[in-house]
Structure formats: structure tokens, C-alpha cells
């Protein structure tokens, strides 16, 4: 459902391609490490800025560029998405937010 949402909302791209690819990056990592996706806002903003957030449930949980918990063989998605984007951590009362702007 997000690629499709993106798909409607930015023209065919590059532009495109990295905004799946950080959405569904995110969405990946707060199942993985954050007790699942609560939100998914996504914003468009011309001309062709895109922001993604995610919001978990898992406030403690420190995302490392590079680093997984789960194996020496993950932890390659920040690294991805710090390639193609701007990204942060806002901290709420009930997890955390990870955001990136394209």
C-alpha cells in the first residue's frame, strides 16, 4: 500500500525509487526493532521533496548505521537510506518517530 500511495503521489523516477526504498526501509526496521509500523505519514512537498515517518512502539531501541542486532548480515538499511536522505530519531511519549526527507 505504500508503494502504491507513492506510485500515485511522484512522478516516475529516481525520485520514486529511493522514496519505496526509504518507506519500506523504515516500515522494515520498526517491525524488526521497534514492536511493529503504528503510523506511516508520508508527505509530498514540490517540487518532489518527499518525508517519511514511522512511528513505533519502542522508545530505548538506538538505531546505529550499520549495526543490527539481528545478524552480521543485516543492518545494511540505515546505511541505504543515509545514502539517499536526511534522517532522525524525535523520541514520543509512547516510542519514537524515525523520519527521512528525500
Avoid: C, F
Avoid at 508503494?3 to 526501509?25: C, F, K, Q, S, Y
Amino acid at each position: 500500500m505504500i508503494r502504491e500511495w507513492l506510485r500515485e503521489h511522484l512522478p516516475d523516477g529516481a525520485r520514486l525509487i529511493d522514496a519505496e526504498l526509504v518507506a519500506t526501509e523504515l516500515v522494515a526496521n520498526a517491525i524488526d526493532h521497534g514492536g511493529g509500523a503504528q503510523t506511516v505519514p508520508i508527505v509530498v512537498r514540490p517540487p518532489g521533496r518527499v518525508r517519511v515517518e514511522v512511528e513505533d512502539v519502542n522508545p530505548s531501541v538506538a538505531l546505529t548505521v550499520g549495526v543490527s542486532r539481528l545478524g552480521r548480515y543485516r543492518g545494511n538499511g540505515l546505511a541505504i537510506i543515509d545514502a539517499v536522505a536526511a534522517w532522525g530519531v524525535d523520541r514520543t511519549v509512547s516510542g519514537k518517530t524515525v523520519w527521512a526527507e528525500l
